[in-house]
């Protein structure tokens, strides 16, 4: 916009208005300016004004005229019909959008120095060590996780912050800047933050070195009593009800609420936070903490579900409507020990009230661990037949609340995935070497220092068999009987925070950041697009060499085919006919009415729809 020196006749009227000025020669204005909307305001440094002629929507149906009244400006750009009024304090060093309405702030400021929030080291699973996670606007879970597997890496450690340097550099404004169709008021400080379009702050006391990464596709809402310190928070997020929050990154889509506490920690797509803390907490996509007893401290999560501190039943939710279920992939500790719930990776421990960590059960996933005195009985496989599993798998797709323009981070939705099925691969060989070294005469089998029962083995292996066969039937339907020509995919696959991958692909990517072959983060982001665009294909070459090695094969004929799609066919009734089962058990329990189980049984009625599908698409 094209700015021109206030006339005589403009400088007279804005004085009768109460307006007066350090210099009006600084104060510019756009060609068609009024000064008929500018009123009891103060003039400092350098100010330029657009155009006031229109109204602002100050409250749904309620249109206010635009203006500047009640105000003290200085070094301040504010754009065309804007609402400014009663700031108690000041703005100072602020460039301000088109259509905001800014109202009761009492002072907003950019100070020397200020960085946005940009380029803060987070201390990641380490509350009382090394930062490890470097926050900018630009943070996916993906790179976040990357930094924090490979933080002893200091070839790529290096490599990377100098591009994430890099990258803040380009793009981080001179000033504080708020976007434009902007909202704040009722807020007593706003300094130091950059707040992008379509953002509304309403009552927050203080939101200092921030960047707001709103959209008019995916607003932010910052709500009453908030205190944000040194934080990013991306598109689609809010942070509501007296959250306190300092040295965080918060992800698309993700919702503190209630008196959440959290520092050092970040929060990646749609995670849900409310009344408890969080410190030194990598929460990955759908890391839900519902409980004012809940702590998340030095913990790595995703679809992972809290609980509170002395009641961890919703783990084990069933059919309840009021239940929040978890399917938690990749949970562990800042030593390397895994977080064990009814999951993907892992085990359920109920001890006491009691969440547990049991690290030497990593290898017997979807299992649970259950106390009796000193003696810890390991269930395997147990979670792969429960209905709050199914639900689960079927539930996370439909409750990502990002707009398709915001979807940084990458979610795999995929249940059975060469991740998962590797792991469980090993359980079922663990389990069946544990019956081959005791025999089957046998009550009880000890793994480590837990205690397996007979007839827990025997359903152990059944229940890992049943995933194994839907999984290769499943990808089999996805595919022609061709050999893969990808040599990517066999051997082990990691789940980055969401992204499902190949092990190979993870180093090569680490190996090419280290070395400088990858020259920028936007190059990174394209990578880990690339990699998911190919997930299919890597999980067929992975899955193809499975089914050789399952059915003792040498190539896949149809014949084959037809048989594996038979197994797949029976795999699937089995396992529809055990959730039916845990569901009847839970009606009869009388935790659940009868309607809600013809419900839930109607769902699994239609679960031969999937076996009715082409056999190749």
């Not at 928070?233 to 889509?253: F, L, P, R, T, W």
């Not at 609420?257 to 803390?277: C, H, K, L, P």
């Not at 501190?309 to 059919?319: L, P, R, V």
């Not at 190059?523 to 059915?551: G, K, P, V």
Request: aromatic share 10%.
């Amino acid at each position: 916009m094209e700015y021109r020196q206030l006339t005589e006749e403009e400088i007279r009227q804005l004085e009768d208005n109460n307006c007066w000025a350090e210099d009006w020669q600084r104060v510019t204005v756009a060609e068609e300016f009024m000064p008929n909307s500018i009123k009891n305001v103060t003039f400092y440094g350098d100010v330029r004004l657009g155009v006031f002629e229109k109204t602002v929507e100050v409250s749904q149906g309620f249109l206010r005229r635009s203006g500047v009244y009640n105000a003290t400006l200085r070094n301040v750009t504010i754009g065309n019909n804007s609402l400014i009024e009663n700031i108690g304090n000041y703005i100072n060093n602020y460039v301000i959008g088109s259509d905001c309405y800014i109202s009761n702030v009492c002072t907003m400021e950019t100070t020397e120095g200020a960085t946005y929030g940009e380029g803060n080291i987070i201390a990641v699973l380490n509350e009382v060590g090394d930062g490890n996670v470097v926050s900018y606007h630009g943070l996916t879970s993906q790179i976040a996780a990357l930094m924090v597997k490979h933080h002893d890496n200091t070839a790529f450690k290096k490599a990377l912050r100098r591009l994430i340097a890099e990258n803040i550099q380009c793009t981080v404004p001179e000033t504080g800047t708020i976007g434009n169709d902007v909202k704040i008021v009722n807020t007593k400080e706003v300094t130091n933050t950059v707040v992008y379009d379509d953002c509304e702050i309403n009552g927050a006391a203080r939101i200092s070195d921030c960047t707001i990464m709103s959209s008019p596709e995916a607003s932010v809402f910052i709500g009453t009593g908030v205190i944000c310190e040194n934080s990013i928070i991306a598109h689609g997020s809010s942070i509501i009800n007296s959250v306190k929050m300092q040295d965080c990154y918060v992800g698309e889509a993700c919702k503190l609420s209630n008196g959440f506490t959290a520092s050092q920690s970040v929060f990646f797509a749609n995670s849900y936070m409310s009344n408890g803390e969080a410190c030194a907490a990598f929460c990955g996509p759908f890391s839900a903490s519902h409980h004012k007893s809940s702590l998340l401290i030095g913990g790595m999560f995703s679809f992972y579900n809290a609980g509170s501190a002395t009641n961890f039943s919703n783990h084990a939710y069933k059919m309840g409507p009021m239940h929040y279920g978890t399917m938690e992939r990749g949970a562990k500790t800042a030593s390397g020990a895994y977080l064990l719930m009814p999951a993907h990776i892992g085990t359920f421990s109920v001890c006491f009230g009691k969440l547990m960590y049991h690290p030497d059960t990593r290898s017997l996933p979807f299992a649970y661990l259950i106390a009796y005195g000193d003696i810890m009985y390991l269930v395997p496989g147990r979670n792969l037949t429960t209905v709050g599993l199914y639900r689960d798998i079927r539930k996370w797709p439909k409750r990502d609340m990002r707009s398709k323009d915001s979807r940084k981070s990458i979610v795999n939705f995929d249940w059975l995935s060469p991740f998962s099925v590797g792991e469980i691969l090993q359980g079922k060989k663990i389990l069946e070497r544990l019956r081959e070294a005791s025999g089957d005469n046998v009550s009880t089998y000890n793994y480590h220092e837990y205690v397996i029962k007979a007839s827990s083995l025997r359903k152990g292996i059944k229940y890992y068999d049943i995933a194994l066969r839907i999984f290769m039937g499943a990808v089999l339907k996805r595919h022609a009987l061709v050999e893969p020509t990808s040599t990517v995919g066999p051997g082990k696959w990691n789940d980055l925070s969401g992204l499902l991958l190949p092990d190979s692909e993870e180093q090569k990517l680490v190996s090419d950041i280290a070395d400088g072959t990858i020259e920028s983060v936007d190059e990174i982001t394209e990578r880990f697009n690339t990699i998911n665009d190919n997930y299919s294909e890597y999980r067929w070459a992975w899955a193809y060499r499975m089914i050789l090695d399952y059915y003792g094969l040498t190539e896949i004929t149809p014949a084959d085919a037809e048989r594996i799609h038979a197994d797949y066919i029976t795999a699937r009734r089995a396992w529809i006919a055990e959730i039916r089962k845990d569901a009847e058990k839970e009606f009869q329990l009388g935790d659940v009415e009868e309607s809600v189980l013809q419900n839930f049984i109607s769902q699994l009625d239609k679960e031969i729809d999937f076996e009715n599908m082409t056999l190749y698409s």
